[in-house]
């Protein structure tokens, strides 16, 4: 069974801050994909990054950046310079060989608060 | 290019009725999820519709069951509402059954009284 666990419930900084939102994930599948999602309040899933479990390179796009780090099972992503916008649910995700196919399988979410 | 549509946006139904919800996919996508997300918690799988069939389907009980058009349009029904029912649910829509990833809608939020 595929289990995606986000730890922190909620986090609050002040805006310029860096935050860390950490994900650590469970699958037997050899080859799977991850992906986060931001949740603002008006509902819907913004996608983020879709990751395949074969390339660990880290990303970075814009102030957004991600750390891969297979041996750990860990996805975790990183805000640099935040801003108020970037207030939300963000939800971490595993999906199994068939891309997202079989369903995704999301982390319980971290609310993050930015203060101006 | 209009994304994911869904409707209605809110609901309340009362425990035992049936509910219908619908889903219209982004432009060029023929493939529809649809996830239930109780408050405070992460978006649950329920099934997954391509070429009008039924692919793939997460923890949910019979009452839960869908139906999508030849339009690539989707429906998803509950029967027999229970109070624990009560959830956004989001409708995604992708290509070829997510190989470039997924699209959300805004949902629908589903209260059962």
């Known amino acids: 069974a595929q289990k995606v666990t986000q730890a922190q419930t909620e986090i609050s900084v002040v805006e310029k801050e860096d935050v860390t939102l950490d994900c650590v994930y469970e699958?037997?599948?050899?080859?799977?994909?991850l992906f986060w999602y931001k949740q603002p309040p008006s509902g819907e899933l913004v996608f983020l990054i879709r990751?395949?479990?074969?390339?660990?390179q880290n990303e970075i796009s814009g102030r957004y950046s991600w750390n891969f780090q297979k041996s750990t099972s860990s996805f975790n992503f990183t805000i640099t310079a935040s801003q108020v916008v970037d207030s939300a649910v963000y939800f971490c995700a595993l999906s199994g060989s068939g891309g997202g196919a079989d369903g995704l399988t999301f982390g319980k979410g971290t609310h993050l608060i930015i203060q101006p | 290019d209009a994304g994911v549509t869904q409707s209605p946006t809110h609901l309340i139904k009362t425990r035992g009725q049936q509910v219908t919800l619908r889903c219209s996919p982004k432009?060029?996508?023929?493939?529809v999820s649809w996830y239930q997300q109780a408050l405070g918690q992460g978006p649950q799988f329920i099934f997954q519709y391509y070429e009008e069939e039924e692919r793939q389907r997460g923890n949910f009980p019979d009452r839960f069951s869908g139906h999508q058009f030849p339009n690539y349009s989707s429906e998803l029904n509950v029967n027999a509402l229970l109070l624990g029912d009560s959830a956004l649910y989001l409708c995604a829509s992708s290509f070829s059954r997510g190989l470039n990833g997924y699209t959300f809608g805004s949902g629908t939020r589903l209260t059962v009284v």
């Open positions: 990751r395949n479990s074969f390339d660990e």
């Open positions: 699958t037997r599948d050899t080859t799977y994909y």
């Open positions: 432009s060029g996508h023929d493939t």
